[in-house]
């Protein structure tokens, strides 16, 4: 397929005038983008997450992934550093999740109270998002199918809750701290803080970078699981204190 009747061929899966349909006409060329100047024009705040860029690398269960870079370069409009990105021209296998089930959604809500893990608040519902521990950057493949009768263990296992207000959007800090671990093989520092409870920074050279076995490379990080995180985090502070 030549390059002209994939890119028609993509323009078909996405809804008319939906904010991925936008970022792909924009990126459809394989020319550098800057965010600020034409991304954010375009599509406002959802250029980068899972409206825009994010969504277009993923895919769906209809569409493949887009191979899409992005890197840091001098923008003559905006006259300083931004961020850009480029479509290579080449698609991978999508990455994307599963739709949680309403009935599950709604468990997981109940299991932990409505609670965020990282401030700790309890918030209304449209302040919430439920994240996969385990990013979906490191899938490999479409999510296998929710099961509906997840008990409390496994779903603690498997999700935990985040904040996304007015103030910040802590699912998007960490898919770019994912992101920067894939690509550098550095695991993440939640609120710039160095520290893992399993590891240290580096990506485990044993583990593999994506698929299901990458998992356990993930332990360790707050990212993946900010309660035991913080837990392991002031029992060293404890342990720091009572020494001194």
């Given at each position: 397929m030549n390059n002209q009747n994939l890119v028609e061929n993509l323009k078909s899966t996405f809804r008319k005038n939906s904010t991925q349909l936008k970022?792909?006409?924009?990126?459809?060329?394989?020319?550098?983008?800057?965010r600020s100047c034409e991304g954010k024009n375009l599509a406002s705040e959802q250029y980068a997450g899972g409206g825009g860029i994010q969504g277009l690398q993923r895919g769906t269960k209809s569409r493949p992934g887009l191979e899409i870079k992005t890197e840091r370069k001098f923008c003559n409009t905006c006259q300083k550093q931004t961020t850009?990105?480029?479509?290579?021209?080449?698609?991978?296998a999508a990455n994307a999740p599963t739709n949680?089930?309403?009935?599950?959604?709604?468990?997981?809500?109940?299991?932990?109270?409505?609670?965020?893990?990282?401030?700790?608040?309890?918030?209304?519902?449209?302040?919430?998002?439920?994240?996969?521990?385990?990013?979906?950057?490191?899938?490999?493949?479409?999510?296998?199918?929710?099961?509906l009768n997840m008990s409390e263990t496994e779903i603690k296992q498997k999700?935990?809750?985040?904040?996304?207000?007015?103030?910040?959007?802590?699912?998007?800090?960490?898919?770019?701290?994912?992101?920067?671990?894939i690509k550098t093989g550095k695991r993440g520092t939640p609120l710039g803080i160095?520290?893992?409870?399993?590891?240290?920074?580096?990506?485990?050279?044993?583990?593999?970078?994506?698929?299901?076995?990458?998992?356990?490379?993930?332990i360790g990080c707050g990212w993946y699981n900010f309660d035991i995180w913080r837990d392991t985090l002031n029992q060293k502070l404890t342990e720091f204190k009572q020494d001194n």
């Open positions: 970022v792909f006409n924009l990126l459809s060329d394989k020319e550098w983008h800057c850009w990105d480029c479509w290579t021209g080449k698609i991978k949680i089930p309403l009935e599950l959604v709604e468990k997981i809500l109940s299991v932990y109270s409505y609670i965020d893990v990282i401030e700790q608040r309890q918030r209304p519902r449209h302040e919430i998002i439920i994240d996969h521990r385990f990013p979906m950057e490191r899938w490999g493949n479409v999510e296998e199918t929710h099961n999700f935990q809750l985040l904040k996304k207000d007015s103030a910040g959007n802590h699912n998007l800090l960490k898919s770019r701290s994912c992101e920067f671990c160095k520290f893992w409870y399993q590891g240290n920074e580096n990506w485990p050279h044993n583990i593999p970078k994506i698929g299901k076995d990458a998992e356990t490379g993930c």
